[in-house]
């Protein structure tokens, strides 16, 4: 059972409402720009997930990396989006040396997701160390993009605090070099171990969602269900914060309201479809669903 932190705040709709997300004031540019950067030839359906998710959350153009040999079908899948095909590895992972290629959309863009779907490690993280130095902010590190952050912590220091890291508990011992068992007692701690160390906003995913700021502060998210435990439901959370980012939230307001809108997408479905069952690729069109039940 995890430690009880009595300093975190609960995320209800109550502290949401609060806690408003910037209202847009006109068209998409109005709105922000999101950048996806991810996806391999076996791993497409995370970027789709995660760009769909973050249209959904508000932000009002989508610019999409992947793969140039699958670059094609993510045009048809999301024909909303500008997409830019670069080079990949055999194995179908994108290549550490395609940021050149990218640095432009990464630099214009109002906030940048790495991670959702990328293939090989190595690549991963050259990819990843290549395009940070360049960038000022926001940006949201997914998946297999931390393992920049595993390899320095500092990475993102440059930044200070515009970043959101978005692990589930495995990725997040990974991290900190630890043992997952390790962890399990105390989830919250460790996402705060991790924000103090990177300087940046850690949302946790899990069956609690924990939300640890680099200044400190906690939230607690019971939202959710177990139905969320599938494949591809972390690229949508991640999506959503990445949409929040472009839309001009704060690193913890953006975190701190995905694990909210992600949770409830979640119990929505389970009330309709079933418990278990439902799919990730239905999770994103109720986003704005929650979004209009928060803001009532």
Known sequence: ????????TLVTPQVLRAWRLPEPTGGKESRGSIL????STETLGAVTLAAEAALRSGAGKLQVVVPSKVAPHVSIALPEALVRGVPSTEAGAIRADSAEL????????????????????????GLVEALLPGLT??????ALALAAVTADPGCLHHLAGRAVLTPNPTELAISLHADPDELEDDPAGAARRL?????????????TSWIAGPDGRLWEDESGGAGLGVSGSGDVRAGV???????????DQAAVWASYLHGRAGELLAATVGR????ARELPAQIPRVLAEVDL
């Open 1 to 8: 059972m995890s430690r009880p932190q009595p300093d975190a």
């Open 36 to 39: 996806v950067i991810g996806g």
């Open 102 to 125: 990218v640095t432009d959309l990464a630099q214009s863009a109002s906030a940048v997701l790495i991670g959702p779907g990328l293939a090989d490690v190595d690549e991963a993280r």
């Open 137 to 142: 902010g926001p940006v949201a590190l997914d």
């Open 195 to 207: 924000a103090d160390q990177t300087h940046a906003t850690v949302g946790l995913g899990g069956a």
């Open 241 to 251: 914060v990445a949409g929040l980012l472009a839309r001009g939230a704060e690193p």
């Open 276 to 279: 278990l069952g439902f799919l």
